[in-house]
């Protein structure tokens, strides 16, 4: 691990103040951050421990709900309106990592988390262009069962891992943040980036902003939300698909839905144009099978996970049929 001073700071505009310069990092749990300077991939100079900062849910009078970025994965999963309100969220959540982590894990570091490509870690022996710009991609032409299927690029093949991010994208969520330029506000689906020839940039953050927050807007659908994650084993392991979805039915005709891919794509992969072919048709098994198949049409498969198109596709499937019956039986 290389030297490195660390600060703790007081509230947003001096962890600001203390991120300016060049070479800082954030610090949230640390449960990533710190397993990657121990690999000597990230190399801070300082770090700036924002665990301080505001770890409160506020329930706002419009709705929805305000997220301080420092609040434990723990927490988010276990309150009362995100059970009852954003289902997803808390199932997203609690299908990651274990108990231990996500009590460390903050809501900030988890949707920064870096990928888990095999080929990123190791430092010593691989080429990878998201951690050494223009060095090359052995995962192209290496074992790459877990890899993208949607959106790659020749740079760069790798997932995004986090579970509680592509919730996220399902819930409308907006990412609020501080830098030295003032604050602003993204869509969580405008948030990450696909790789195109700078794999390297994983967000559209500048250098030394800072989630604040994350917001979710008021949405009643969202109550009408569950989130599953296919994996080789049945906890501790990251996703090779994962499935968001909502869904509000009338009268056997989709009113309104939110469909995100998790473990296929460099960000959280909102369906969108499932989303648009299921809008105003029927919810039937054939309609949510077209859907999913529109969405998985420009899929790329690599050596490995030609697997995942069907995965994905039966996924979507069978999570949209499962909340239609459940919401023709009223148990939603
Ligand atoms: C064994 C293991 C299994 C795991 N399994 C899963 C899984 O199945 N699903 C899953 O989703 N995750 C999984 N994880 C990942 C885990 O969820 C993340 O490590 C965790 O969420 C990161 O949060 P953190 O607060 O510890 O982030 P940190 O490690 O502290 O930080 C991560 C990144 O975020 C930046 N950062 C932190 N806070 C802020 C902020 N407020 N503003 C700007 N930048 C910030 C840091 O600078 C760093 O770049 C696993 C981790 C491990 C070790």
């Known amino acids: 691990m290389n030297p490195f001073t660390y600060a703790r700071a007081t509230d947003a505009a001096d962890a600001v103040r203390l991120a300016s310069t060049t070479q800082a ?21 300082s770090l700036v421990d924002v665990t301080g900062l505001p770890s409160t ?7 929805s709900l305000l997220i301080g970025a420092a609040v434990r994965n723990t927490a ?24 231990q982590i996500r009590n460390m894990a903050t809501v900030g570091g988890n949707i920064l988390q870096r990928t888990r490509c095999a080929y990123f870690y190791d430092a ?12 090359g991609c052995d995962a192209i032409d290496g074992h790459n069962r877990t890899h993208a299927i949607l959106g790659a690029s020749p740079a760069c093949v790798a997932t995004h891992p986090s579970d509680m991010g592509v919730a996220l994208a399902a819930l409308d969520a907006v990412v609020h943040l501080q830098g030295a330029r003032g ?21 559209e953050l500048e250098p030394g902003e800072l989630i604040t927050a994350v917001e979710l807007p008021a949405l009643q659908l969202a109550a009408h939300s569950t989130y599953r994650k296919v994996r080789d ?17 009338e009268g056997g005709t989709v009113k309104d839905v939110r469909l995100v891919l998790g473990g296929v794509a460099h960000k959280p992969w909102r369906a969108w144009k499932a989303e648009a ?18 969405e998985l049409a420009d899929a790329v498969p690599l050596r490995d996970n030609a697997f995942k198109i069907e995965l994905a596709q039966r996924t979507m499937v069978a999570v949209l ?3 239609a019956a459940r919401t023709a039986r009223g148990d939603m």
Do not use: W
């Open 183 to 203: 604050t602003r506000t993204l869509p969580l689906t405008e948030f990450h980036r696909l790789p195109g020839d700078q794999p390297e940039l994983e967000t």
């Open 25 to 45: 990092k954030y610090l949230g749990g640390g449960t990533n951050l710190v397993d990657l300077m121990r690999e000597t991939i990230e190399r801070p100079a």
């Open 76 to 99: 988010l999963a276990e309150h009362r309106a995100v059970r009852t309100r954003y289902p997803v969220l808390s199932r997203a959540i609690l299908a990651g990592a274990s108990a």
């Open 321 to 323: 049929g499962d909340l």
């Open 277 to 294: 072919a299921l809008r105003g048709g029927p919810a039937t098994e054939q309609a949510f099978r077209t859907a999913a198949e529109a």
């Open 57 to 63: 849910i506020e329930e706002r009078a419009d709705g």
């Open 233 to 249: 084993r049945a906890s501790y392991a990251f996703a090779l698909v994962s499935v968001a979805a909502a869904l509000e039915v």
């Open 124 to 135: 010593e022996g691989s080429r990878c262009n998201k951690r050494e710009p223009g060095q």
